[in-house]
C-alpha cells in the first residue's frame, strides 16, 4: 500500500479540528459507535482514516460522508491483532498529521473461560489491548511535537469489576480505562488530551445481537455517546455516558462490596448469546463467516511484513464520491 498523500483540499475550520486536526484516525469505524465518531468528527472538520476489517461498510461509509462534507476519507481494511497490518497502517499514515485516535476497536468472546478457546482469549489482548497501546505510542510523539492532539479509548463498565462471561473482554477495558488514566496525567500539560469513554449499553449491531431484544437499563444510541465524548475530552481523564450509568458505575465501584458487584455483573452478562459482542462491548473485529474457501474460524489473510494494506480514499465533496468505500 502506498502512503496516504497529505492534502489541503479540506477547508480549514477553527476551534475543534485546529486542536485534533487536521486528520483523525478511528479504529473499528465500519458501524455502530465507531461509525458515529466518523460522521460526528467530520462534521467537525476533521478529515478521516477510517480503519477495520470489513471494507464494503467502511466505503459506503465514506461515500455518505464525503456526499455531506469537504472532508477526505481513507479507507483502511484489516485485521488489527496483526502486527504487520499495524506496521502497514502506520506507514501509510506517514504523510499525514494524524491529531486524534479513536480506538474503538474489540473482540468479546463470551462464556466461561475455561471454555473458551486459548487462541480467542489471546485475540482479545492483541486487539483491545496491544493493538491500541502500538498505535497510540507511534502517533504519540508527532503529537507531543505539534503540542497538540488527542486520544479516545473507548472502554467498558463492564471493566470496573470483574464481569463474569466477558472476564477477558472485561479485563481488557479494564487495562485501557487505566491505561488512559496515566497518560492523561503524563500529556495534560503538553497539549495532548486523553480520554477514556467508559460506556455502558449502546445500540450498535452488536448490542441487538446479544441483547436477546430487550434493552438494559441507561441504553444509550451511539450518537448519544459519540457527543458525551466529545464534549468531555480535554475536560478530565474519563467520561461515562449517561446519568443512569454514572449512577449505576458509583453505586457498583464506590458503596457496594466487591463481591455484590460481581454478582450484580453475573446476572447481567449471564444471559448474552455467546459468540457476539457484549451488551457494552463496542462493535466486534472477528473473522468473518467463510465465503467460498476460508474456514470459518481462520483469520482474514493479514498483509505481509513486506506489503503494506490495501488503502482506498474516497475524494473530497467538491468531486464526485467513490462508489467504494468500506
Request: aromatic share 4%; charged share 15%.
Amino acid at each position: 500500500m502506498t502512503a496516504i498523500p497529505p492534502t489541503t483540499s479540506a477547508r480549514s475550520r477553527p476551534g475543534f479540528a485546529d486542536r485534533y486536526g487536521p486528520w483523525a484516525l478511528v479504529a473499528g469505524a465500519s458501524e455502530g459507535l465507531g461509525a458515529a465518531y466518523a460522521r460526528a468528527l467530520a462534521a467537525r472538520g476533521l478529515n478521516l482514516v477510517l480503519v477495520a476489517r470489513r471494507l464494503p461498510l467502511l466505503k459506503a461509509l465514506a461515500q455518505e460522508i464525503t456526499a455531506q462534507s469537504e472532508v477526505e476519507v481513507c479507507c483502511l481494511d484489516g485485521d488489527l491483532s496483526e502486527r504487520a497490518f499495524l506496521e502497514g497502517l502506520q506507514a501509510a499514515c506517514a504523510g499525514l498529521e494524524v491529531g486524534l485516535i479513536v480506538y474503538n476497536a474489540a473482540y468479546a468472546p463470551i462464556g466461561e473461560f475455561a471454555s473458551t478457546p486459548p487462541d480467542d482469549l489471546l485475540h482479545v489482548v492483541a486487539v483491545n489491548v496491544r493493538a491500541p497501546v502500538t498505535l497510540v505510542r507511534a502517533f504519540l510523539p508527532g503529537m507531543s511535537a505539534r503540542g497538540r492532539g488527542g486520544i479516545i479509548l473507548m472502554t467498558s463498565l463492564a471493566g470496573n469489576q470483574g464481569s463474569p462471561h466477558i472476564s477477558t473482554y472485561a479485563a481488557s477495558k479494564a487495562f485501557n480505562r487505566v491505561l488512559a488514566e496515566g497518560l492523561w496525567y503524563e500529556l495534560k500539560d503538553k497539549g495532548v488530551d486523553v480520554l477514556a469513554c467508559c460506556a455502558g449499553a449502546v445500540r450498535t449491531p452488536g448490542y441487538s445481537g446479544a441483547a436477546a431484544g430487550k434493552d438494559a437499563p441507561g441504553t444509550l444510541d451511539p450518537q448519544e455517546v459519540v457527543e458525551q465524548a466529545l464534549r468531555a475530552l480535554g475536560r478530565g481523564p474519563v467520561v461515562i455516558p449517561g446519568r443512569l450509568n454514572r449512577v449505576a458505575n458509583f453505586l457498583m465501584s464506590r458503596l457496594l462490596p466487591r463481591r455484590w458487584a460481581i454478582s450484580i455483573m453475573a446476572g447481567n452478562t449471564g444471559d448474552l448469546a455467546p459468540a457476539v459482542p457484549t451488551a457494552s462491548a463496542p462493535p466486534t473485529i472477528t473473522p468473518p463467516p467463510a465465503a467460498a474457501g476460508p474456514a470459518p474460524a481462520a483469520a482474514p489473510a493479514a498483509p505481509s511484513a513486506a506489503a503494506a494494506p490495501s488503502m482506498s480514499a474516497a475524494r473530497p465533496a467538491d468531486q464526485p464520491p467513490t462508489k467504494d468505500a468500506s
